[in-house]
């Protein structure tokens, strides 16, 4: 079923722009951008965009997820950090990343360290929450049964309180990705002259509309991809866990 | 009987905790002993303190007032360990590596360490489960765990905090069984808590009656029902008339509580 409902939206999208049904100028058949997406990729110049976005995406994800777990680590198990710092995660976090990007460029100039920025910060905050979730979410009985069991400071943490939080943590980190590739993407539309999000613009201002379901379909495919390899290596680290959860 | 040297010493203690401003006091002036291998049951109402005496022995949580002394005659061991209602198993360590976990944050090597898992698990009859996550056993076998990793670790005093409260009826008698047989042949101290008075007669040496709350020590009974002992005591007269005694006295108390969660602030 999973595949079966795409293909048949597909064949029908397919009969419906080859008999003029739908506009095939904005809604061009999907063979079409099958082969722009062919021809982009022998060229090379496909290949090219999408690595330059998953260069600066890989820079993101790495600025966001070591400070944000350990961030979210701290909060969740020292009362006064928690008390100190939630409230501008709090204030930051439902706020789009995107709207960061004016404020970074006045500082940063407009280039590669603020795009990277942009959607590092995005990752982070959602890094912290869901680091922060799995240390107070915990079992608190674990934690008195690694006291009663003679685990205490540093030995407490790494042999109960982080793996307690692991699960909750590789949620975060998935999330996270995702939540960097929107905003990477939307910083190529808007800022960069490279990238997936450049490709859409570009494409969208010249109407080459397979062109652009192309570069769309590169960037959803990139998303689907990267998370469930993040799934995948969740499943090989976390073998204890019951069942992860899907998506 | 064995020795009738003191293991477990509670001397006035008493636990008060603040809640939303107020001090409750949860334990009022608790004296207790338990002698060195003794049975020692504690049963009572709801909210008499049962469990937060267990922690206050297992230096989980400190007393507000008295003091607790557990006699140490061996060197190296720990003072308590606990098998905790609902097994708290680490869920991402095999069966043996919950067994070991204590005996590994004491610096145990591996060798002697996977032994005492061979002999522990064996014990419980879970040999063949050693290699299993906790998610892919049964809640019986989870407490199996549970209590082999406390027995692994060699404690002065066994400490059980209603093991048993969670299985389902046939479960929990089959444990009770077994429970009766490791004790039988390691002839540990144990100190269990439980809210169910027939569990406290076909294990306990004695046991010991809590108030509702503040729980206080309302009465200490002699289980005199002989030993070794099974399921089959629950025929004798002895039972049914020191079933009757204490349950008399536990059902005052139970019908205490409820009238002062109906008097007292709504749940």
Known sequence: MSLAVPAVLLVLWEICSRHAIVSPRYFP?????????????????????????????GFAFATAAVPGVLLGLLMGMARPVRDAVEP????????????????????????????????ATSAFFQIVISTLGGVQTMDPRLLEVGRNYGARGARLFWKVILPAALPAIFTGLRLGLGLALVALVAVEFIAAKSGLGHLVYRHWQMLSTPEMYAAFAIVGALGLLLTRGLRAVQARVLTWQEEIGRL | MPTRAPKVLVNEVSVTFESHGRSVVALDRISLQAHAGEFLCIVGPS?????????????????????VRIEADRPGTPLTAMVFQEHALLPWRTVRDNV??????????RAEREARAREMLAMVGLTRFAQHYPHQLSGG????????????????VLLMDEPLAALDAQTRTIMQEELLRIWATLGKTVVY????????LLLGDRIVLLTARPGRVSQVYSVDLGRPRGLEVRGSPAYGVLLEKIWSQLREEVVRAMAEDRGGEPA
Do not use: C
């Not at chain 2, 407490?143 to 692994?152: C, S």
């Open chain 2, 193 to 200: 808590v439980t809210h169910s008075l027939e569990e406290a």
């Open chain 1, 29 to 57: 058949p999907p063979t079409t951008v099958g082969w722009v997406l062919v021809d982009g990729f022998a060229a090379g110049d496909l290949g090219t965009q999408s690595l330059v976005t998953l260069t600066r995406l």
């Open chain 2, 100 to 109: 070991t976990f204590g005996l590994e944050n004491r610096g145990v090597g």
């Open chain 1, 88 to 119: 501008y995660i709090a204030f930051i976090f439902p706020v789009p990343k995107i709207t960061l990007l004016p404020f970074l460029t006045i500082i940063l100039g407009v280039g590669e360290p603020a795009f990277v920025l942009t959607g």
């Open chain 2, 141 to 156: 076998m989870k407490q199996r765990v549970g209590i082999a990793r406390a027995l692994a670790n060699d404690p002065e």
């Open chain 2, 47 to 67: 909210g008499s303190g049962k469990s937060t005496l267990l922690r206050v022995l297992a230096g989980l949580l400190p007393q507000s007032a008295g003091d």
